[in-house]
């Protein structure tokens, strides 16, 4: 069909020219940024409300021409897979027009899925060869169409329990992140890694919500082991991700619904270095407990080119609020359960959750020479939490208020091509105001009581960091590239406990954390593979609350970790294979929210592999990774708890279809994960999970030469998220628990005001 229209058009465009009149063409070449032609490119003419259209696609060389009638001014559309359309306004002459018209990529800093650790790539600012850049054009939504963690990430499980308002929890090999505590989480402000984590949080150690960002102004999202690199200090222990922004994007709208949810999401662009974007949402998802939820974002950057100065400030807004399901036993209940009452996919309808949180951030990379750049940031932040969960022990509220600052200074010098030197200097001030956690009682079907609650710990943290690092990079020889790296973190850790004086205290902690890698580049007519080893410490700070505990928790867990990388092209597939050592230290932190009491966790060892492949194809890529992991207590031998064992997780993506379709898939697939002991009938056995099988897609129409387009998404799911243990009073025994994945499907519409880039 479209081959006949690009022949029907010119065509008829052609015998609407009357006799022996002038003829009115406009002619040209399409290219892309390194000036190679683009074949199959759509050419569009047309004029004032899309009247005397006529269209044709650009031949192998490149080279279109369009012929109309009657002379005057008229805009040019073009279009081309993988690339940006561009709308140019032509003024048509008897003689005709020629032009050259070069289209960008569609993503201005990364245009592919990085697999491979190309060493060769890799600076003294991002020296982790398990480095992956996943572009955000292939990648799909956690919940397509829905609220929640804007990206899902091949290979890192994300589970988003309820709503999309409460932050999710985090997976990778053989690590249960949950809400963020070995995992750091970053955006990308400029050059500068803007933190993501709140330490000590009320809910959970480590708390980071990507829930924050409009998925429209994402770019791209990058991973890596997190213990590598001297630029990534607390939280990143097992994995790092660091969320990139747009430059701009083009103005739009979209419309996301089904029958129990509608989400509008708006941007524009006011110069090409700027972007604001706004979202509503509100539903009540596909749970039997209505969420009534509401969500709304407002998030902007805007690029200053100032001489030799780069400055680039960033807001974001953030308010959300929903009832939320919470955790319900997976198989049979315990006849002991009395307490235990399933009114509707949730144990007490009263669960719900609200958050509001604001952040301004600021980079100036000032360019001192061609070889030397200092770079100077900082960002403010507001963070509230109020949320009411019940996992069997009755109703608790977890609450808090906080203030979040930071500085970072860092100075790059590239002295020759064989070696590079960074240093830098950062501070952080993390103050968790009135974090408290209370106690009520049962749900008693037919009320809706939420107190008086009994206090059990209320808190005021303050937790500052001072941090020095230095590192550098480069190649003795031709074959061989280090990089060497080392910070100095020195905390200040006071927790000042508003219900028993006794339990507050003040220290200093500091520890060192050197980092390494070794690289064998071989030639690229070798058959030897990359080969890259590292070596790093980590460290994340722990909850410093007592709770109704008598000692004082541990201040900081460290860990040690290697990670050995080979990766090699064969036969146009990339193929990465990742092996992974950690040891974690023995601590005593994180409060059980139904007891109070600090958990006793570790020492721990993790063993994991992971092989990626990805391959290329003229429209689309598909890319598959999976992973085994052991991870398990270094003194009982006992399987870490809820760590996942096996992840597999299958992408691809079709840019065309029949009938002008694109689309995106993802299979996702997390084994049965070991949760602990304690369940029936032996208590002294592994209670042991259900796996979990996600198919997220998306399906995409363009319409109105690409202003309108049209999709339908859908997720089909099996399996439970947050899967855990619980014990629902007055039972003592365990039971396997988690939250119901629904299956959905909505539809989308977006439309494009015009410009140069899509969103």
């Known amino acids: 069909m479209s081959r006949l229209l690009a022949l029907c058009f010119p ?31 759509t050419v569009q003419l047309f004029r004032a409300q899309h009247l005397n259209q006529c269209q044709t696609n650009t031949g192998d060389d490149g080279q279109f021409r369009i012929s109309v009638n009657p002379a005057g001014d008229y805009t040019l559309w073009v279009n081309a897979t993988g690339l940006q359309p561009l709308s140019k306004a032509v003024e048509l002459m008897p003689g005709g027009s ?47 169409g829905r609220p929640g963690a804007p990206i899902s990430i091949p290979g890192y499980p994300i589970e988003t329990a309820s709503s999309g308002i409460k932050a999710p929890q985090y997976f990778a090999p053989g690590v249960a992140g949950d809400h963020g505590e070995p995992i750091a989480q970053y955006v990308s402000v400029g050059t500068y890694l803007a933190p993501n984590n709140l330490s000590a949080n009320a809910h959970g150690n480590g708390y980071s919500d990507p829930n924050i960002f409009i998925p429209q102004i994402l770019e791209s999202v990058q991973v890596d082991g997190g213990a590598y690199n001297v630029r990534e200090g607390n939280h990143a222990l097992n994995l790092a991700a660091v969320y990139g922004l747009r430059s701009h994007v083009n103005s739009f709208v979209t419309l996301t619904g089904d029958y129990r949810d509608i989400d509008v999401v708006a941007g524009l662009s006011p110069t090409t270095q700027s972007f604001i974007a706004i979202e509503a949402s509100y539903g009540n998802g596909f749970l ?117 600052t930071g500085q970072s200074t860092n100075y790059v010098n590239k002295f020759t091509e064989t070696f590079s030197l ?28 939420y107190g008086p609650f009994t206090k059990v710990d209320s808190n005021n943290v303050t937790l500052t960091s001072v941090t020095p690092y230095v590192a550098g990079s480069g190649a003795f020889t031709r074959y061989f590239r280090y990089y060497a790296g080392w910070r100095r973190d020195q905390i200040d850790i006071s927790n000042e406990d508003l219900i028993d004086s006794s339990n507050s205290f003040q220290k200093w902690v ?61 036969e146009k597939v990339d193929l990465k294979i990742t092996l992974g050592h950690v040891t974690t230290s023995q601590e005593l932190a994180k409060i059980d929210p139904d007891t109070g009491l600090p958990e006793n966790l570790g020492p721990g060892r993790l063993k994991f592999m992971t092989i990626a492949a990805r391959r290329n194809f003229s429209q689309g890529s598909i890319l598959a990774t999976f992973s085994k992991a052991d991870a398990r207590d270094i003194n009982s031998g006992d399987p870490t708890p809820e760590a996942p064992r096996t992840i597999f997780d299958l992408l691809g993506n079709v840019q065309k279809l029949p009938f002008h ?18 369940c029936e009938p032996n208590l002294n056995t592994q209670c042991v999970g259900v796996p979990v099988r996600e198919f997220r897609a998306a399906v995409v129409r363009p319409f109105l030469y690409s202003r309108l387009s049209v999709g339908v998404n859908m997720l089909i799911a099996s399996g439970y998220t947050g899967q855990t243990l619980e014990s629902f009073a007055p039972s003592p025994i365990n039971e396997v628990t988690g939250v119901r994945i629904p299956s959905y499907a909505s539809i989308s519409l977006t439309w494009k005001f015009g410009g140069n880039t899509v969103p």
Request: glycine share 8%; aromatic share 10%; with cysteine.
């Open 11 to 41: 065509i008829l465009c052609l015998l609407s020219l009357p006799a022996l009149a002038d003829e009115f063409f406009v002619s040209g070449r399409v290219v892309d940024e390194q000036g190679q032609p683009v074949a199959g490119a």
């Open 98 to 144: 020629a032009l050259e018209v070069q289209l960008a990529p569609l993503i201005t800093r990364k245009d592919t899925v990085v697999v491979t650790a190309d060493v060769k790539d890799i600076d003294v600012l991002s020296p982790d060869p398990a480095e992956e850049v996943f572009v955000r054009q292939d990648l799909l939504d956690a919940n397509p």
């Open 288 to 404: 039997k407990r209505l969420e009534h939820r509401q969500q709304y974002k407002l998030n902007g950057q805007r690029i200053f080119k100032l001489s030799n100065h780069q400055l680039t400030v960033l807001g974001i807004g953030y308010f959300g609020s929903s009832y939320v399901a919470g955790l319900v036993p997976i198989f049979a209940t315990n006849a002991d359960d009395s307490n235990f009452k399933n009114v509707g996919d949730t144990i007490d309808p009263r669960q719900k959750d609200q958050t509001h949180t604001a952040l301004v951030a600021l980079n100036d990379v000032w360019r001192l020479t061609a070889s030397q750049q200092l770079q100077l940031s900082g960002f403010f932040r507001t963070y509230n939490l109020g949320l009411f969960s019940d996992f069997g022990q009755g109703l608790i509220r977890q609450s808090e208020f906080r203030t979040v």
């Open 422 to 449: 960074l240093g830098g200097l950062d501070y952080e001030r993390e103050a968790p105001r009135r974090d408290n956690l209370d106690h009520y009682n049962f749900y008693i079907p037919g009320t809706n009581a």
């Open 510 to 570: 500091g520890l060192n954390s050197p980092k390494a890698t070794l690289s064998f580049i071989p030639r690229d007519t070798w058959f030897l593979p990359l080969v890259s080893g590292s070596f790093g410490e980590a460290f994340f700070t722990e909850d410093p609350r007592i709770g109704t505990g008598s000692t004082v928790g541990t201040a900081v867990a460290t860990a040690h970790s290697h990670q050995l990388i080979m990766s090699k092209a064969i």
């Open 661 to 678: 379709l694109q689309a995106r898939g993802e299979f996702e697939y997390v084994g049965r994960k070991p949760l602990g002991t304690g």
